[in-house]
């Protein structure tokens, strides 16, 4: 089972990865998390069976903080890359896209790369914060 959230922000973000860590009754396989200009677009990959109450239960906590997305044909394409093993580095350079986090959840390279971002931008967006 896999699902494409977007959050508008990072702080959305971040919960979500500490939400997930939370949850050890989810089978999760890996997540990816992807910075646009517009925000956050996170894949969540259970690698087995979620029971239904658990599964609707998830789907309430995304929807209430972000929401389910169908990403452009060349994100697809990254995810899928991705999905094949292709390193997050290979994909961002391929893809242009910035790859902020692919496998376990991580609220460091979340938080890594806004520094890093504010730092050489000189601003804060507000999909930043």
């Known amino acids: 089972m896999e699902y494409l959230y977007f959050f508008d922000n990072a702080s959305l973000s971040i919960w979500v990865i500490e939400y997930l860590k939370q949850r050890n009754n989810f089978p999760l396989e890996y997540v990816t998390v992807i910075y646009s200009s517009g ?17 609707a239960n998830f ?31 290979a994909v961002m350079q391929r893809y242009r896209i910035a790859i902020v986090a692919h496998g376990k959840p991580s609220r460091d390279e979340i938080e890594a790369f806004q520094r ?12 930043l914060r």
Do not use: H, N
């Open 116 to 127: 890093q971002f504010i730092q050489g931008a000189g601003s804060c967006p507000q999909s």
């Open 59 to 89: 789907r309430a906590v995304m929807d209430e903080f972000g929401y389910a997305c169908v990403p452009s044909m060349i994100m697809m394409a990254a995810l899928a890359s991705l999905a094949e093993g292709q390193t997050p580095t």
């Open 39 to 55: 925000g956050w677009l996170i894949r969540i990959k259970f690698g087995g069976y979620v029971e239904p109450k658990l599964e």
